[in-house]
């Protein structure tokens, strides 16, 4: 009889082989007393159980990033509805052939805001060119919400590089789908908002945010906040696009107002370049200029 044992042994029952057995058997997956309960949808599901949905939803993404080595992340936020010069281009020609003025005006909107996709791309690019030859632990990874528009344009420009880059998505009335510029692996799916921004924090040393909607201004102010109340380590915070964030915000309203301090303006930079962006993320952590790891075989 075989008596050798082995530190790292499994001890407990294999959960998933006996979920495949019950499978196979032809057993459906049903609200049923006796099924396993963490192999019961209808019963994970109920109101009673929100917390652990909670913690799973912690857990999962946060576990697959320790994994692959995710420890450090830029996070780049902005409008899922920006697409490519190309495409915005065909969506104009399409808009005047059709004749609707409606049509053209947003056709119209979506080739002026294109030029924010390309930008997007190569800032993508150049924090996987900086990374990619350092070790893993000291590695800078694209970060984002993992929809379209801007979010593509980022994931994208780190997968021209073939380096891994994150995609945090989330379950919406409108589906909103993974794009496909996300390292597999790497593409995670919420249910909660909250535990979706938990997530962009967790490894976030830097916060860019180009153009976008509610949802961009919602982790924007999401993350001034948190640092501004010291709940977070303070973090380069970069808004792109002058000319837009100068005709959405005039903060100077609340420092008048009395509502923020006059330094509480500084906790953020506005940027209309790709470089610009990636120069104040490196004079903030007092990086090396280029390919530190390269260059010295260590970290930046």
């Given at each position: 009889m075989e008596t050798t044992q082995h530190l790292s042994e499994q001890r407990l029952a294999d959960a998933w082989a006996e979920l495949q057995a019950h499978a196979n058997g032809g057993n459906a997956l049903q609200a049923d007393a006796y099924r396993l309960a963490f192999a019961d949808p209808e019963f994970l599901l109920r109101r009673e159980t929100r917390g652990i949905r909670f913690q799973l939803e912690m857990l999962k993404p946060d576990l697959a990033q320790q994994e692959a080595g995710i420890e450090n992340t830029i996070v780049v936020f902005g409008s899922a509805r920006f697409r490519e010069p190309a495409i915005a281009r065909e969506r104009l020609a399409e808009a005047e052939a059709s004749g609707d003025t409606q049509s053209i005006a947003r056709a119209r909107a979506l080739l002026r805001n294109a030029h924010f996709y390309d930008q997007a791309r190569e800032f993508g690019r150049m924090v996987a060119r900086y990374s990619k030859?350092?070790?893993?632990?000291?590695?800078?990874?694209?970060?984002?919400?993992?929809?379209?528009?801007?979010?593509?344009?980022?994931?994208?420009?780190?997968?021209?590089?073939?380096?891994?880059?994150?995609?945090?998505?989330?379950?919406?009335?409108?589906?909103?789908?993974?794009?496909?510029?996300?390292?597999?692996?790497?593409?995670?799916?919420?249910?909660?908002?909250?535990?979706?921004?938990?997530?962009?924090?967790?490894?976030?040393?830097?916060?860019?945010?180009?153009?976008?909607?509610?949802?961009?201004?919602?982790?924007?102010?999401?993350?001034?906040?948190?640092?501004?109340?010291?709940?977070?380590k303070p973090v380069p915070i970069v808004l792109f696009g002058s000319d837009y964030w100068g005709r959405l915000l005039d903060l100077e309203v609340l420092v008048e107002e009395g509502t923020i301090s006059r330094e509480d303006l500084d906790l953020f930079v506005v940027v209309d370049d790709p470089?610009?962006?990636?120069?104040?993320?490196?004079?903030?952590?007092?990086?090396?200029?280029?390919?530190?790891?390269r260059a010295e075989g260590k970290a930046a």
């Open positions: 030859g350092c070790p893993r632990e000291d590695q800078l990874f694209i970060c984002t919400g993992g929809g379209p528009g801007i979010m593509e344009a980022a994931n994208r420009g780190a997968h021209d590089e073939g380096v891994p880059n994150v995609g945090l998505n989330i379950a919406l009335p409108h589906e909103q789908s993974a794009n496909p510029y996300i390292t597999p692996e790497l593409s995670f799916k919420f249910h909660y908002f909250a535990l979706r921004k938990m997530h962009f924090m967790m490894r976030a040393k830097a916060l860019v945010a180009f153009p976008g909607g509610f949802g961009t201004l919602d982790e924007l102010f999401e993350v001034i906040t948190l640092v501004q109340c010291k709940k977070a470089k610009a962006a990636w120069d104040h993320i490196v004079r903030f952590y007092n990086l090396p200029p280029a390919s530190p790891c």
